[in-house]
Every structure is written in C-alpha cells, then in structure tokens.
C-alpha cells in the first residue's frame, strides 16, 4: 500500500478506511489536483483523522464543524480545491444542521462521508445512520429513531452532485471518487458505506458486499424523482453510483463580490 | 447650560428618525450632543424613546428627567410625564392634551400627503421652542431629502415651518444653550466599530443575528460591496465562529459578531482558534442575562465570561472601549493583536455604546488594511507551528509550496497530531509565550484628573463616558475625584495598574453588572482586596447625575 506519509494511521486492523486512504490518494493523483491548492477539511472521529496520514493542507477542527470553515475557506480562496472527510457522526450528527445549510448554499465542496452507521471513536454507540432496532450499550432497547437519509437530504437541499459507493468495492470507489473530484460546481455529497469491524456487527464488509449494487445505466441522474426513488432505496438492495446531478451554479460563482478574483488575492495588507 | 429632548412613542413611529434629525442639526450648529436610545424587544409597540441632550459645554452623559418630551402617544403622557423638569414642556401629537401643547404632526403631515413627514414637523416644533434659527433645521432637511428630489425637500421644509408656527403661538421659550465649537460630525458606537473594522481590511464576516451585535453585522451587509467583504449570515453561532477561523486560515482578516447568548455557543470555537493559532476577532454586544435576558437593554455583565470562554488554556486579548470613538481605534487594535500574536480578540461594547450618538472628531475613512504577518515562499519543509521564541509561528497560507497543517488535537511542528506528551508541553509552552509580547503591547488604563486625587472611580467600557461627566461635576463641587479607565481587560500589566491606583482614601469600582467583574478580576490578581462597589443592573446605562449622587450619598 502507498503511503504519503510516515505517521501510523490509529484505526483498528480491518477498518474500512485502510481502502478508503489509499483509494482517495489515488484519485486525487489521478485526477491531477494540484496537492499544494487541496485542502483537506475534517471535524474529529475515525474519518475525520484521514488528513493526517496523506499530503495536503489540512484543516483539522472541531467535532461536527468541518463544513463552516470549509465554506469560509472556499468563499475567502475559491482557486483551492476543499475536500471534507468526515464521519456519520460527525457529519450527519453532531454537524447536521450545517449540513442542510452547506447544501441550501451550493458551496463548492467536496463532502466525502465514511459511513459505517456506527460510533467508532466513542465506542459504539448509535448514529444517525444506524438501523433501527440496532443494540448498543447505550440504545439498549435498540436505535427507536429512523435512520437519516443522506442522500434524500442533499438532493432536496440543492446538492449538485450526490453519490454513494462503498469501501469493499475499491474500484467502484475510486470511480465515484473520481467523478466528485471532477465535478467542479457546487456542493458534492459522496457518502462511502464502511463496515466497521470493532463495533457495528449487522452492517459488516460481507453485508455491504452482498447487498450493494451499481446504479444502471438506464438511470438519469439529472431527474430528480429518479433520483429520489433510489435514495429511499435501502434494504435487500442499496443502490451506488451517482444519484442525482445538476447544473446549479456554486455560491462562490455566483457571489458578486467574488466576481473579480479571490479575496486572499486581493487583499492588500 | 444644557437641556434634554425625549422623543417618546411606539416602535414603529420614527422616534429615531426625529432623534437623528436634532442631534445633526443641533451638531451641525456646534453644539455639544449625546443621544441614547432605550426601546423595548419588539418591533411594533411598546413604549421606546431616544434621549438627545444637548449643551454649550462637553457632556458625555445621557440624564434621567426631560427638558422637552415628545409625547407620540397617549401611554407616553401617561408615563413618561412625571420625568419632565419643572417648567419644562411637553409637546403632544393630537388635538388636545392636560399641560401639553398639541400639536398634530401626523395630521398636518398628512394634509401634505404622508404621515411618514410628521418628524418633519416634530422637529420644527422642537426647534421653535428652542428658540434656534429655523433655517438650520430646513437647511439640514433639504439635505437629507436632497436625493428624494426638490419637491421632497420642499414639502419637509415646510412642514418643519408649521411645526414651528403652531408651536411658537404658545409662547414658552426655553432658556436653550447656545452654540458651541463641539466638532459638527456625529456618528454612533455602530458605525464607528463597522467602519473601522472595513477600513482595516476584514473581508470576510459571519454572524447569527443577536440585539444588539446586529448594527454592526448589518453596516457591514450594506458597505460590503464597496470594500468587497463576503457577507454570510450563519447557520448559528457555531457556524459563524468555525466560519471566522476557516477564513482566517485561508488568510483573510475576519470577524463575527454577537451578544452573550452567541459567545456562549461559539465558546468551542474561540478555544479552536486558541489551539489553531488562528487571528479570529470576536465583537461581543453585551446585554443583561442569563439565558435571553433583557435583549434590548444593555449591561457590562460578560467581563468574566468573555475573560474564561473557551475551555482549556490559551493566550487571549480583550478589549473594551470607552466611546464610538474608541470604537473605531480599538476594533483596528483587536485585528492587529490578532493578527500579531495569532490568538482570538473578543472586542466587547454593548447596547448602550453601539446606540449613542455622540460629536466626534471626523473619522478616517480611507481604506488601510492591515498587516496580516504572513510569510510567503516558505518551502516543502515548513512548519506551521515550529517552536520560537516570542511563541509566534510563521504563519503561511494555503496554496503555497509549504503545506498548511492544523489539528484542533495537540499537534507537533508540523500541525500533525500528537500524543507525544513532551511535545504536548513544548507546544503549551510555545502558545503561552505568546502572552508576554502581549503584555508588552497591553494598553495601560487611562487616568483623568487623577494625578492628585484623594478618591478614584474605576471603570470600563462604555462606563467611561458618564463616569468622567461625574468626574467633571464632581470636581466643581469641589471632591478631589478622578477616574481610572480601562479599554483593555486583557492582558493586564499588574505592576503597572498597582502603580496608577496609587494610595487614594477612596476607590469605587462603577459598574454595569451585580458582581463587580473588573474588581473580581483584579482581586483575583491581588491588584485590590474589598473594594466599594457602584453596580447597576436594571439594564440601564449609568448615567453622570446618577454616579454623582451615589458618590456624595
């Protein structure tokens, strides 16, 4: 496995982020961002460490709050490319109510969510995407709150972009992967299913591997009743692929003060 | 000689609409003026008034009675006349009204088309009773209105003459100061904070709404495009503070705005930039708590809060000004100590402050950005956090050849995460140095008349203004008084403020909260032990009559 950098990676052996770092790695070399101009942007959790064992700018914050200095770093420099990794917890959770503004503004982002419908960092507790009836320590009568749709969500905020792809299929990963780096206008939502081998025993990587399936090519992901028929889709069946696409344009295209260059290089001081 | 005018009605009538009007004629006639507003949390409503006192020498007090209420409801009679001085006058907006003179201004106004005008005629009649020329007032209109068109201008200037007609057939003239040489520009603690903040080169601005922070956060909306500032009304708190340190990363000076309610969500934030090292300003608009609180009313009661937000340890800065002028000076201090030490700067004021208006000298308004210190060219092998000296990093921006790193967790050189516990307390050291250079810079507190004193009134923030009226009043009524100033509250320069305080018989700390947080904290740093206390926390500012009396009671 390549590895950009020496620091060792404290994830549990098996975790699903040991495919999805090297898988990330290769597609941004792949799409050739420029690694000097990428910010990666993370909150706190398993996923939210990935920064730190790859070559970049990093903006590791708070838990819950990669997506306000992501929006600002974008809105203050536009010319740098800002990518999140975050978890379900961190994102669909503790960050939740940025996600749905993020979404409203159509910032140009790129959202890349681990989701492994579990608490890895806390030990195991529910989270917003776990199934219901799921038992933990502390849902000891089993999750009674509906799981989050993440995708439904970002198509009815205004997402220009939502995919879904899963760390047990690498190449489809990379695929998606590559297709939300290169999609250059407006918020791009990738939620990555992830088993996680410590602590989420329902959800795990042969689950995902039966259960997964690619989207068709008879599907439009321009029609946005498509689009929401496969994000209600979750069961026997969970559909990956790109989801839903649109032409919206970003809040930093269409800002009229950013019209005339970034404001870091305007700015004179 | 001085006189106060209460404009007082509902919200929703232009109460500030006539305030602004006096106040800039009275100053555009060189006249002293200070002008306070107080209003209840609703939009439409209530019972609010503005304060315009005006006099032929320097005041800087609002005072509690009235010389002229102008009464725009009936409640106003109701309640507000018993706060009228002996001889003084009320001027009613109806047809009739027990020791009132009425005066119609929305009917006239009316007649002339909309009652929009009827401050026009408000005004005349306040003018008229002041005996003052009226064509400063029209003079005044007419430039006000010179964008609406000439028939505007014209239709006001008359009405302002009805006003003054009607009013003088009563034939009360009151004995009114007459012009001075107080500077002619007037401006509030809003737009000398906003403006000061745009001319020095903020560019990005993030907040949630929050009485009274919103002046600020709204000037800057509306100048945004002149100075080229992005705008973005935050999700919450927390979005605006996380906002503000995304901005300040990649590498533009920024602000957020917001009252005690707001501090307390962005605590997390403010600890983030102390861990990130990030330039993050914070201009806090206190309002008396807990929780909601009075969300109209002012208080100086987040000293202590804004001192602690922010869990764990980390060098901060904060200041208080004294006035709008201040204001503007300080707000440009906070960015630089930002900027320079790479800590977060909460910039406190409050109702009170950011609603006065006051004459001031003209203020620069040419554009001067600030430093940001930042290094450029910094190669493969930078290090955002590389251990110095002062504690102060090189800090460079994204998108160089030099990787930017930062980790909210205890980081190494790098910015990578660490659990290296000897590096952790390299790194907690290397950030508390940072203190000492801010110590250096720290502003010392200001004295007046204080060298000789036999007793001090100890103050900050906008408790300056009445205090040092009370000092002026005090001293002609022979009490050798002065008054100890402090517009920076953090960090403190022990020896110094032990020094000024000096032996005096008597040291009263006059504040606008119940505990007495200025002399908390400098008890807490073995500055004073007991100390007399003058608190007020009804949600009113002080005011100089008020500090008098409680000095000689």
């Known amino acids: 496995m390549r590895r950009l950098n020496p620091s060792e990676p404290a994830w549990c052996p098996g975790c699903g982020n040991y495919s999805i770092l090297p898988t990330l790695d290769e597609a941004i070399d792949e799409v050739g961002i420029d690694r000097h101009r990428l910010v990666l942007v993370s909150g706190i959790g398993q996923a939210a460490k990935l920064p730190h064992y790859t070559k970049a700018n990093v903006f590791n914050g708070l838990h819950g709050r990669a997506l306000p200095p992501a929006t600002a770093i974008k809105l203050a420099n536009h010319e740098l490319e800002v990518l999140i990794t975050s978890g379900d917890g961190d994102m669909y959770g503790e960050g939740g109510n940025h996600f749905i503004h993020a979404i409203r503004r159509n910032i140009g982002v790129k959202c890349f969510v681990h989701n492994n419908q579990v608490y890895g960092l806390t030990k195991g507790q529910a989270s917003p995407t776990s199934d219901e009836g799921m038992e933990t320590k502390i849902q000891t009568h089993g999750v009674m709150a509906r799981p989050l749709n993440p995708l439904a969500l970002a198509i009815v905020e205004g997402a220009s972009f939502v995919a879904r792809s899963c760390a047990v299929t690498r190449d489809h990963l990379k695929e998606m992967m590559m297709a939300a780096l290169k999609h250059d206008e407006g918020f791009v939502l990738l939620d990555i299913l992830q088993h996680c081998p410590s602590f989420n025993r329902r959800n795990t990587a042969k689950w995902y591997r039966d259960h997964v399936k690619p989207v068709g090519d008879d599907h439009d992901p321009t029609d946005v009743h498509a689009a929401l028929d496969l994000a209600m889709t979750w069961g026997e069946e969970i559909p990956i692929g790109v989801i839903y696409r649109s032409d919206r344009p970003s809040l930093e295209g269409r800002h009229p003060v950013l019209q005339e260059g970034t404001l870091v290089s305007r700015y004179e001081g | ?553």
Request: hydrophobic residues 40%; aromatic residues 6%.
């Open chain 2, 1 to 553: 000689m001085d006189l106060n005018i209460r404009i007082a009605g509902e919200a929703g009538q232009g109460i500030q609409t006539i305030g602004h009007l006096l106040v800039d004629a009275c100053a555009s006639m060189g006249l002293w003026v200070f002008s306070t507003q107080s209003y209840m949390s609703r939009i439409r409503g209530g019972l609010n008034w503005q304060d315009v006192r005006i006099a032929d020498y320097q005041i800087t007090s609002g005072c509690e009675e009235a010389d002229i209420l102008v009464a725009l409801t009936d409640e106003v009679l109701e309640e507000l006349a018993g706060e009228v001085v002996d001889g003084g006058v009320v001027l009613y907006d109806g047809d009739e009204a027990e020791g009132a003179i009425a005066i119609p201004f929305t009917e006239i106004a009316k007649e002339e088309g909309s009652d929009v005008m009827a401050n026009s005629v408000a005004a005349g009649a306040v003018f008229a009773i002041l005996g003052y020329d009226p064509t400063v007032l029209e003079d005044y209109l007419s430039h006000v209105f010179e964008k609406k068109g000439e028939e505007v201008v014209q239709v006001n200037r008359r009405l302002a003459r009805r006003g003054a007609e009607i009013a003088g057939q009563a034939n009360i003239g009151l004995n009114a100061p007459d012009p001075a040489r107080a500077p002619a520009h007037v401006s509030d603690g809003t737009e000398t904070t906003a403006l000061s903040a745009a001319r020095s080169g903020v560019k990005f601005v993030a907040s949630y709404p929050m009485t009274p922070s919103t002046g600020v956060f709204t000037w800057l909306a509306g100048h945004a495009d002149d100075y080229g500032i992005v705008v973005e009304q935050a999700e919450d708190e927390i979005a605006a503070i996380n906002m503000v340190c995304g901005a300040t990363f990649a590498g533009v000076p920024a602000l957020t705005t917001t009252s005690g309610g707001g501090l307390a969500l962005m605590s997390e934030g403010i600890s983030l930039a102390g861990m990130h090292e990030l330039p993050v300003v914070v201009m806090l608009s206190q309002r008396p708590g807990p929780a909601t609180g009075l969300p109209t009313r002012t208080a100086q009661a987040d000293l202590l809060f804004a001192l602690r937000t922010g869990h764990g340890e980390f060098p901060r800065a904060i200041f208080a000004p004294g006035s709008p002028e201040e204001s503007y000076d300080l707000m440009r201090r906070a960015l630089e100590t930002a900027h320079r030490f790479q800590t977060p700067v909460i910039f406190m004021t409050d109702q009170y402050l950011t609603d006065l208006r006051m004459n001031t000298a003209a203020l620069d308004d040419s554009y001067a950005p600030i430093d940001r210190h930042v290094v450029e060219d910094v190669g493969e092998g930078y290090r955002r956090y590389e251990i110095t000296d002062s504690g102060v990093s090189p800090r460079a921006l994204p998108g160089g050849e030099g990787f930017v790193v930062l980790d909210s967790d205890e980081h190494d050189e790098e910015g990578h995460i660490t659990e290296n516990l000897e590096i952790a307390q390299e790194m907690m050291d290397k950030r508390m140095r940072k203190i000492d250079g801010m110590l250096e810079e720290a502003l010392a507190p200001q004295m007046y008349r204080a060298d000789d004193a036999y007793s001090l009134l100890v103050c900050w923030g906008s408790t300056f203004l009445p205090c040092r009226e009370a000092v002026d009043v005090l001293r002609m009524r022979g009490h050798s008084i002065g008054m100890m100033h402090f517009a920076q509250l953090w960090p403190l320069r022990v020896e110094e403020i032990r020094e000024k305080l000096g032996v005096r018989e008597r040291v009263v700390f006059v504040e606008g909260n119940a505990w007495g947080q200025l002399a908390t904290v400098l008890r807490e740093l073995c500055v004073v032990g007991e100390v007399e206390m003058m608190t007020r926390y009804d949600g009113l500012p002080f005011t100089a009559k008020e500090i008098v009396a409680r000095v000689e009671g």
